[in-house]
């Protein structure tokens, strides 16, 4: 079980992660979360599960999707009464998939955090967003309690989640310096 305070780049990325690894993924409660956007940071269309609005039955949409896919991100109408996120947790043990949470929902084994994020491509008035390098923090329970931070391309200009190399960290200011080392290369070469 993982939470992130809310829906953005980090969820959809860890979506596109397990995507692209050959698993089901569904999403629910995120009617933003359009298939175009999905597919755009690596989701595959054809093993993705949209409910834009589940409605008030949403617990038992969440219990059907995480019966069927791997991964499932829902952002709740509201906070969950705990016996509603018993019986859910206890569908993702018996399922052995992942929910993941674009809001709050107490008792999470891991929490997820964008603390600030940086992009590449733009130039000094030119160029394209080719990628984004976010610094990321997690804490949880138990061997999570320990509070972690780590820069991830979200995704990178690949399409994929990697840890960033310090050396490719994008710095303010300096658009050159947003490029990843290899591209720097490739373009001085």
Not at 56 to 65: D, F, G, Y
């Amino acid at each position: 079980m993982l939470a992130v305070p809310e829906f953005g780049l980090l969820c959809l990325a860890l979506a596109a992660g397990a995507s692209a690894a050959g698993a089901w993924c569904g999403i629910a409660g995120i009617p933003e979360a359009g298939l175009a956007a999905a597919v755009g940071v690596g989701l595959d269309a054809e093993r993705t599960l949209l409910v834009p609005d589940p409605g008030p039955a949403w617990p038992q949409v969440v219990a059907s999707l995480l019966d069927g896919c791997e991964l499932v991100l829902l952002r709740p109408p509201a906070t969950a009464p705990v016996q509603v996120r018993r019986r859910l947790e206890a569908v993702l043990r018996r399922a052995g998939g992942v929910l993941l949470v674009a809001g709050d929902w107490p008792g999470a084994q891991v929490c997820l955090r964008v603390i600030t994020q940086r992009w590449t491509g733009l130039g000094d008035g030119y160029g394209r967003v080719r990628a984004c390098c976010a610094e990321v923090a997690a804490d949880g329970r138990g061997e999570a309690a320990l509070t972690r931070t780590r820069w991830l391309w979200l995704p990178g200009e690949d399409g994929g989640v990697a840890v960033a190399d310090p050396v490719d960290i994008p710095v303010p200011g300096t658009p050159a310096a947003g490029t990843p080392t290899a591209l720097r290369a490739v373009s001085a070469g």
